[in-house]
């Protein structure tokens, strides 16, 4: 079985910093995308960073200069650095991956979720 497991989160009060982990496990082939999601209450679950084909990561113009995603291929990692946090930052936030196992496709994955809240 596959699966997502994320770490980190919390509570943080505005200007802070938070950092979250996540990482894919079981029989895996390979894993093609990578990133974070996000989704307020009462809101759309919205990008917030993630890796595609491409080694350069995709940002959501929200967070652009203030989080940082980097992947780690060989562990089937991605961390999302979290810097300059907002109140409107606060989310559950999940992690997504498409992930080869049995499966000839890739298919996609998302993790439990784990809540960021920015204090003002």
């Known amino acids: 079985q596959v699966q997502l497991v994320e770490s980190g989160g919390g509570l943080v009060q505005a200007g802070g910093s938070l950092s979250l982990s996540c990482a894919a496990s079981?029989?895996?082939?390979?894993?093609?995308?990578m990133g974070w999601y996000r989704q307020a209450p009462g809101k759309q679950r919205e990008l917030v960073a993630i890796f595609t084909s491409s080694s350069t990561p995709t940002y959501a113009d929200s967070v652009k200069g203030r989080f940082t995603i980097s992947r780690d291929n060989a562990k089937n990692t991605v961390v999302l650095q979290m810097t300059s946090l907002k109140p409107e930052d606060t989310a559950v936030y999940y992690c997504h991956a498409g992930i080869r196992s049995s499966s000839p496709y890739h298919l996609a994955y998302w993790g439990q979720g784990t809540q960021v809240t920015v204090s003002s």
């Open positions: 079981g029989n895996i082939f390979s894993v093609n995308i």
